[in-house]
Each structure stands twice: as structure tokens, then as C-alpha cells.
């Protein structure tokens, strides 16, 4: 029974979150040929000042660019 788990940060549309679901989904059943049922897809979505790189969170990021 496949879980897969994805981190994205936050501002995603429905659509967009939706999408990621299906694809993963997809991409899944295809590769291990695990059956629809038994796929668990969960996506977090962290807030953009709870997620850093290069000691930077990615809120300080977007107001460096704006």
C-alpha cells in the first residue's frame, strides 16, 4: 500500500494541489503497478516562513524580490 508524501510551500492553488494528487497518483499505479485503492497520496503545505534555504526563510525571499 504506496503512501506517498509531498512538501510544498503554501500558496498553491486548489487546482494546482489537485493536480499534483493526480499526477503523483498517476505516476505510481504506472511505475510499481500498485492498484488505485491502495494509493495514499498526502501533501503538506508549510507556510512560506516556516521553510528556509541558505539560512533564509522563503517569506524573506519573496520580500527581497518584491
Known amino acids: 500500500m504506496p503512501l506517498i508524501e509531498a512538501s510544498v ?3 498553491r492553488t486548489p487546482e494546482q494541489i489537485r493536480a499534483l494528487v493526480s499526477e503523483l497518483h498517476a ?3 504506472r511505475t510499481i503497478n500498485a492498484k488505485p485503492e491502495h494509493i495514499t497520496v498526502i501533501v503538506r503545505e508549510i507556510p512560506r516562513a ?4 541558505g539560512d533564509a526563510t522563503l517569506a524573506e525571499m519573496d520580500a527581497r524580490v518584491q
Open 9 to 11: 510551500s503554501a500558496g
Open 27 to 29: 505516476a505510481v499505479e
Open 50 to 53: 516556516h521553510w528556509a534555504k
